[in-house]
T-cell receptor, first 112, second 114 residues
Framework: KQEVTQIPAALSVPEGENLVLNCSFT??????LQWFRQDPGKGLTSLLL?????REQTSGRLNASLDKSSGRSTLYIAASQPGDSATYLC???????????FGKGTKLTVNP | DGGITQSPKYLFRKEGQNVTLSCEQN?????MYWYRQDPGQGLRLIYY???????QKGDIAEGYSVSREKKESFPLTVTSAQKNPTAFYLC?????????????FGPGTRLTVL
């Protein structure tokens, strides 16, 4: 059974710092991996999707990498801003299942 | 604007009552999903539908029911058989048959059982 773990559960950084959020998964037979952002009491916003054949994806200050063989992904946020404060969730889709398995998220606080 | 809408935003239910949560999308997506989120937990899949008039149970389907009569709509009914229904419910959609597996989410419905 696929399990997704995100470490740390919470992270607090000063504004301007570069940071890395980690995601690991137990079964490397994934179809894709998706990173989401969730603000308190809101739905999820898709940030980046990495197909299993890809190594990384970039969007603005965000860069997500995927190492399928080791079961790991990282989300790199450059020059963090207070507006980046949110919970970041990682999810993997098993091959062809169309179902996502989610981690519990990392709650990020960026202090001005 | 294309997107997913969920209603109501907040819902209160007395024990023993069934309630139905609405989810509508105008993204022309074939697949739709219902998730449940509890505090400090990741999302857990309740039901999903890959095409109209077809749906499958997810990991925690007991006490829930769904229908998919229209491509745009995927309502979720929380029945009195669901022992602990207080949670945040999220609906999502995607277009896997078009090779677009990215899931997009609605704003959620917070259900509280009184």
């Amino acid at each position: 059974k696929q399990e997704v773990t995100q470490i740390p559960a919470a992270l607090s950084v000063p504004e301007g710092e570069n940071l890395v959020l980690n995601c690991s998964f137990t079964d490397s037979a994934i179809y894709n991996l998706q990173w989401f952002r969730q603000d308190p009491g809101k739905g999820l916003t898709s940030l980046l999707l990495i197909q299993s054949s890809q190594r990384e994806q970039t969007s603005g200050r965000l860069n997500a990498s995927l190492d399928k063989s080791s079961g790991r992904s990282t989300l790199y946020i450059a020059a963090s801003q207070p507006g980046d404060s949110a919970t970041y969730l990682c999810a993997v889709e098993a091959g062809g299942s169309e179902k996502l398995v989610f981690g519990k998220g990392t709650k990020l606080t960026v202090n001005p | 604007d294309g997107g997913i809408t969920q209603s109501p935003k907040y819902l209160f239910r007395k024990e023993g009552q069934n309630v139905t949560l609405s989810c509508e999308q105008n993204l022309n997506h074939d697949a739709m999903y219902w998730y449940r989120q509890d505090p400090g937990q990741g999302l857990r899949l309740i039901y999903y539908s890959q095409i109209v008039n077809d749906f499958q149970k997810g990991d925690i389907a007991e006490g829930y029911s769904v229908s998919r009569e229209k491509k745009e709509s995927f309502p979720l009914t929380v029945t009195s058989a669901q022992k602990n229904p207080t949670a945040f419910y999220l609906c999502a959609s995607s277009a896997p048959r078009a090779g677009l597996d990215e899931q997009f989410f609605g704003p959620g419905t917070r259900l509280t059982v009184l």
